[in-house]
């Protein structure tokens, strides 16, 4: 048994006291002594660790609460980035694949759809302009039209125009065997840039190795 002054450093009246208040006990006074409160070893030790762990040291707690939200956001950070870095290392093969495979298309001449690009329009001028005369009635009349070759391949075009004296002879030939009735309607001018067109691609086809111009255009036409 230990006995506790009141100048024990624990004050131990006082913790007593105030431990059997919270435990709903209620001390019988002392008769002897009242400031001494007899206390066995077991007890004294009980209170010894109750009055260590009932006041912890300041700002103890606020410390364990700043390292709690300090790991928090770093592992929100954390997550954060492994998830951008993933995303984004997930898609690029993606889209190289499709790079790729929009490269292999265009290096065979096909759009992403599959269909064959259409190259731009090139057109070559055959000047001077061609002047046919007809005799209408016993009446001198004639037709004046320039022509316009419309192509997509400069490589052939430049080839057939190493034919261009066959070429221009056999426009001229077409247009005079026209009668000057038909040419005179919409509907005629027409029909002979259809069969101007046909007898080129005729011509670009046997010289050439392949029809080359897409369509012969009359940019200006006049009969008088």
Same mark, same amino acid.
């Given at each position: 048994m230990f006995v506790a002054s009141t100048g024990d450093q624990l004050s131990c009246k006082q913790l007593v006291s105030t431990c059997a208040w919270q435990a709903g006990i209620t001390l019988a006074p002392n008769p002897l002594n009242t400031d001494r409160i007899p206390i066995s070893d077991g007890l004294l030790a009980w209170l010894r660790k109750k009055k260590d762990g009932a006041a912890p040291a300041p700002g103890k =707690?606020?410390? $364990?609460l700043i390292i709690l939200i300090v790991v928090g956001l770093v592992i929100a950070v954390g997550g954060s980035v492994g998830a951008t870095w993933f995303f984004l290392h $997930?898609? @690029?093969? @993606? @889209?190289? @694949? =499709? $790079?790729e495979g929009e490269k292999g298309a265009a290096e065979e001449g096909k759009g992403p759809d599959g269909k064959p690009l259409k190259k731009e329009a090139i057109y070559e001028v055959l000047a001077p302009a061609f002047i +046919? /005369?007809? /005799? +209408? /009635? =016993?009446r001198q009349r004639y037709m004046q039209v320039s022509v316009a070759l419309m192509a997509r391949d400069q490589a052939k075009l430049d080839a057939l125009k190493a034919h261009m004296p066959v070429l221009r002879n056999n426009l001229v030939l077409l247009f005079s065997g026209q009668t000057f009735e038909n040419l005179a309607t919409p509907v005629g001018k027409e029909m002979l840039r259809q069969l101007a067109t046909a007898s080129v691609q005729e011509l670009a086809k046997k010289e050439v190795g392949d029809t080359t111009v897409e369509q012969v255009l009359f940019t200006n036409i006049v009969l008088q």
């Open positions: =707690g606020k410390l $364990k $997930k898609s @690029a093969p @993606a @889209a190289e @694949a =499709g $790079k +046919v /005369n007809f /005799n +209408v /009635n =016993g």
